[in-house]
């Protein structure tokens, strides 16, 4: 018997996060995983980031996360997305080397203090009274702990399909986790059945590039860390190509033998990444589909179909892929697989990503019902500090909807019932105006100094750029004649007035950047970050100010707190069906009961008037 402080199950990028943050605070940590081959395994597509998913990684680099940092170290290309929509919604994609993803990330666990890297399944959890897990592995170690972090990813109970092969597994065929499902029902969580897909990987050499798009890495993107100083040149290239009709004749031929048709597969996948036979079926008005070409690794030859993952009988995945423009002549080397697995319902958690029945006990990752890398990360890493701090009797630590992406992730995982894999869109952060990607740092970074987690050396860069811009912004309220400025307008087809402006009113018309200006000798001595925060708070700031005018009269509801032993369902006036949703839950506050699923408005005045008549305002 081993005693730790926390032990974390699941060396995924949940687990990473997890285990890294506990153990840099000074937890004694065990991480388990099934496999250590399956350390920061990128199972699917190999990238990091995307719209919404980008902002994520900011924010766990802002709080001391590694996410960032080991896909820098990682980097084949990188490129921004949504330019042309403006900065509420950019968003950093890069493709990585998943090879070397996972190299990186396991040197990282290894040498870190406090943390241990085990080889080993879970099979078991004991909870005593006085508060001691015991997990127990498959070949009967025990290991006792003060909190467990549960990571396990999509390996509880999983099963990889193609068409009529259905293999007790866990992703890329690696082992599942067949046991520890039992222990979870056993101490009383309820458990779902979700499921996801890859698409097959190909040889990039059986590839006709000359029918499909090059799309190459940006060179202007700053890293996703903080503390890279800067990103490399594209190492490989991506490619777009298309399906086409006979993709779509191929599939609805044989759409009786497609496992999700056909009843073999139970599991709920995720609606916003579907298979190509789904989204042949459900979108048959198109004519054609999207199919990007990602490079799996320099060391391989192997090619990512983003965009086509299957889980069709592998003969008829060979002819969808030789449908595809540029494909006719291409070499499957892995197949597409569907793959189920169990889940927990995620509102039994509260915000902090513990059990709301047993004290101690964390989950985070796809195991809470989410799908994607990065969403299994930021909870990783809230379910890590927070791990830490329960063993030290700290007051817990929570992001909000109002101050980062990672607050509307677990905010929505632990309040809504999420009845398919929950995806991280930039549509679900109603302030995301507020939460760009470029001010991640300026969110958080000082939450995750106090936490303990953000190093020297981030916080110095961190303390310099806030210095940089409160230096822009003693220059903004500068008068200019217009006699100074009116060259500028005139070549930016601005219209000149008679009347001096400001730098800032300068600086908020539409076709003046903050780059124009410095050529003026205005803003000078500023650093290009310090620089894109001004100009987008200028030019944006009537919209800043809703968004911030929202969040204070949101915040009237969050401020007020909801008693852990209410009796929602002897309170008169509520519809029964708030009255179980409500009991269900158990929110923490006001505004987390009004964004159950079926607590309306005028429930929220019921519970209103509920604690005014107990002096509970």
């Known amino acids: 018997m081993k005693n730790f402080d926390i032990i974390v ?6 687990g990473c996060e997890a285990a890294l943050a506990s153990a840099r605070l000074g937890c004694s940590t065990l991480l388990l995983a099934t496999n250590l081959d399956t350390v920061a395994f990128l199972a699917c597509n190999p990238s990091i980031g995307g719209t919404a998913k980008g902002q994520i990684v900011k924010e766990i680099d802002a709080l001391g996360g590694e996410m960032a940092v080991n896909a820098d170290k990682s980097l084949l290309q990188m490129r921004m997305l949504n330019r042309g929509k403006g900065p509420a919604v950019y968003s950093p994609r890069a493709q990585v080397d998943k090879n070397a993803y996972h190299v990186h990330m396991k040197q990282t666990i290894e040498n870190t203090p406090n943390l241990y890297l085990r080889q080993g399944e879970a099979v078991n959890i004991d909870w005593d009274s006085d508060g001691t897990f015991t997990v127990t592995t498959a070949v009967d170690l025990r290991y006792n702990a003060k909190a467990v972090v549960l990571c396990c990813g999509v390996y509880l109970n999983s099963k990889t399909i193609v068409g009529k092969c259905v293999r007790e597994s866990g992703p890329n065929g690696f082992a ?21 897909g890859t698409p097959a990987r190909v040889r990039m050499t059986s590839i006709d590039l000359s029918k499909t798009t090059e ?35 191929i599939i609805l031929q044989n759409k009786q033998l497609a496992p999700i048709y056909n009843g073999e597969i139970n599991g709920v996948g995720p609606r916003y990444c579907p298979s190509i036979e789904d989204k042949v079926v459900r ?8 199919i990007f070409l990602e490079p799996e690794s320099e060391d391989t030859c192997e090619f990512y179909v983003q965009g086509a993952s299957s889980s069709m009988p592998a003969e008829i995945q060979e002819q969808i892929y030789h449908s595809i423009d540029g494909l006719e002549n291409v070499e499957i080397m892995r197949d597409a697989y569907a793959i189920e697995y169990d889940c927990i319902d995620a509102t039994e958690l509260n915000s902090t990503l513990m059990s709301k029945k047993i004290n101690g006990m964390f989950f985070a990752g796809q195991i809470n019902g989410t799908s994607g890398y990065e969403e299994a990360a930021g909870q990783g890493i809230i379910a890590g500090i927070n791990a830490e701090r329960y063993v030290h009797n700290k007051k817990p630590f929570t992001l909000r909807r109002d101050n980062s992406y990672i607050g509307v992730l677990i905010d929505d995982i632990t309040t809504k019932e999420t009845t398919e894999p929950y995806r991280m869109m930039t549509s679900r952060a109603e302030y995301r105006l507020i939460l760009r990607q470029d001010n991640a740092d300026l969110r958080l970074t000082d939450l995750g100094n106090e936490i303990g987690l953000v190093s020297e050396e981030r916080y110095q860069k961190y303390s310099a750029k806030v210095r940089q811009i409160e230096l822009a912004k003693k220059q903004l309220s500068k008068v200019v004649s217009p006699k100074v400025y009116s060259p500028l307008f005139e070549e930016k087809n601005e219209t000149v007035t008679n009347a001096g402006l400001t730098v800032d009113e300068m600086l908020r018309r539409a076709n003046i950047t903050a780059k124009d200006l410095q050529k003026l000798g205005f803003l000078t001595d500023i650093d290009d970050d310090a620089l894109y925060q001004i100009e987008v708070e200028s030019k944006y700031r009537g919209y800043i100010e809703k968004e911030r005018v929202a969040i204070q009269q949101a915040n009237k509801l969050e401020n007020k707190s909801l008693p852990a032993d209410i009796d929602y369902l002897s309170i008169d006036g509520l519809r029964l069906e708030a009255r179980q949703k409500l009991d269900k839950i158990r929110p923490a506050n006001l505004g987390q009961a009004g964004r159950i699923l079926g607590v309306s408005p005028a429930d929220v005045q019921i519970l209103i008037v509920y604690l005014a008549q107990r002096g509970l305002k």
Do not use: M, W
Request: include cysteine; hydrophobic fraction near 25%; proline fraction near 3%.
């Open 9 to 14: 199950i699941g060396a995924g990028h949940a």
């Open 176 to 196: 599942n986790a067949k046991y520890l499902t039992k222990s979870l029902l056993d101490l009383g969580f309820t458990v779902k059945r979700f499921k996801t």
């Open 283 to 290: 979108f048959a008005d198109k004519e054609r589909h999207q």
């Open 215 to 249: 799309q190459c890495g940006e060179n202007d993107v700053k890293p996703f860390s903080y503390i890279t100083e800067s990103i490399p040149a594209t190492k490989r290239s991506c490619y777009l190509t298309y399906s086409s009709e006979e993709t779509k004749r």
